[in-house]
């Protein structure tokens, strides 16, 4: 058999193996794919990020998961043309091998920091990201478009994100600018187990701090290292940490960073208009904004 030695290093987003096809694809944080015919690999080896990263397994036929840490998976590699195999160390130092039917799998997802090592705060009910999102796939590892140019950023239909001024700068700090369309698509935006949140759902934490004109206060991360000087009200008791990445445009131009944060809801207003709330430098307010679906706003998940 020919061999393929293939080195993980955590830039994936899902490899999806198809049982009628027998190939492996990858798809690369970059935007590009690469596809593997099964026959030709003789196994996967995985370079460990950190004991907090998972691969999960999918069964096709009852949707159940199989979640292994990496820190105890020593090689992957296929057993033969009906089967993928994982082999494990345990605590105890003995190895054992959990074997899959190809004709029972429907994905194997190898959970990138990106995807699920996210800081989490409860306000009130809800379990809330600590900080923006910052992913460039949709859930089922489609690519959502990377728009530099201001003109193209205005005339768009679909789906796209941006760093604030297209800095990568940026992303460590605020993460990335999205448009409507990609908060709302039906593929998903958010990573498993989270979704964009509703109106209603932004409504009530900013309703159990108080309401619009005193929310943004105990939302805002407090200090001025990222917002403006005099960053009005600021506690951040909720532990919310809001930051001020600014936001996009509808003619595609950068306004506001360091005095304003603005995130999308996942819920229109009527044929051009989304929900979405902002905050500011100069008060402590979270009020309501009503904005274009080509505006590029920041987004934070909520967990389902």
Not at 6 to 13: D, P
Not at 199 to 215: F, I, K, R
Not at 225 to 250: C, D, M, Q
Request: aromatic share 12%; charged share 20%; net charge positive.
């Amino acid at each position: 058999m020919k061999r393929i030695i293939l080195i993980l290093v955590f830039t994936f987003g899902v490899i999806s193996l198809i049982s009628q096809n027998p190939t492996v694809k990858f798809y690369l944080k970059d935007g590009s794919t690469k596809q593997y015919l099964i026959a030709d690999i003789d196994s996967m080896n995985i370079i460990k990020s950190g004991d907090s990263s998972n691969i999960t397994i999918v069964n096709k036929k009852t949707g159940s998961k199989q979640i292994i840490n990496i820190s105890k998976v020593k090689k992957i590699f296929f057993d033969d043309s009906t089967r993928i195999a994982f082999e494990l160390s345990d605590s105890s130092s003995k190895d054992t091998t959990i074997y899959v039917r190809l004709q029972d799998l429907d994905s194997i997802n190898i959970n990138t920091p990106e995807q699920f090592a996210y800081d989490t705060v409860r306000i009130a009910n809800q379990i809330w990201m600590r900080k923006n999102l910052n992913v460039s796939r949709y859930r089922n590892g489609d690519t959502i478009a990377h728009v530099e140019d201001s003109v193209k950023w205005a005339s768009l239909s679909t789906g796209a994100w941006c760093y604030y001024n297209n800095d990568p700068s940026n992303e460590a700090v605020y993460g990335k600018l999205y448009n409507w369309f990609a908060a709302s698509d039906p593929r998903g935006l958010a990573p498993e187990g989270w979704h964009v949140p509703d109106y209603s759902e932004w409504t009530a934490m900013v309703s159990y701090l108080g309401d619009d004109s005193l929310a943004g206060g105990k939302l805002k991360e407090n200090g001025t290292v990222h917002w403006l000087s005099p960053n009005s009200g600021a506690t951040n008791e909720s532990g919310f940490t809001a930051l001020p990445g600014g936001f996009r445009n509808y003619d595609g131009r950068f306004n506001q960073i360091s005095r304003l944060g603005a995130w999308w809801t996942n819920e229109k207003y009527d044929a051009l208009f989304a929900y979405s709330r902002y905050m500011r430098y100069d008060d402590n307010k979270a009020p309501r904004l009503v904005a274009r679906f080509i505006n590029g706003f920041s987004i934070r998940c909520i967990k389902d």
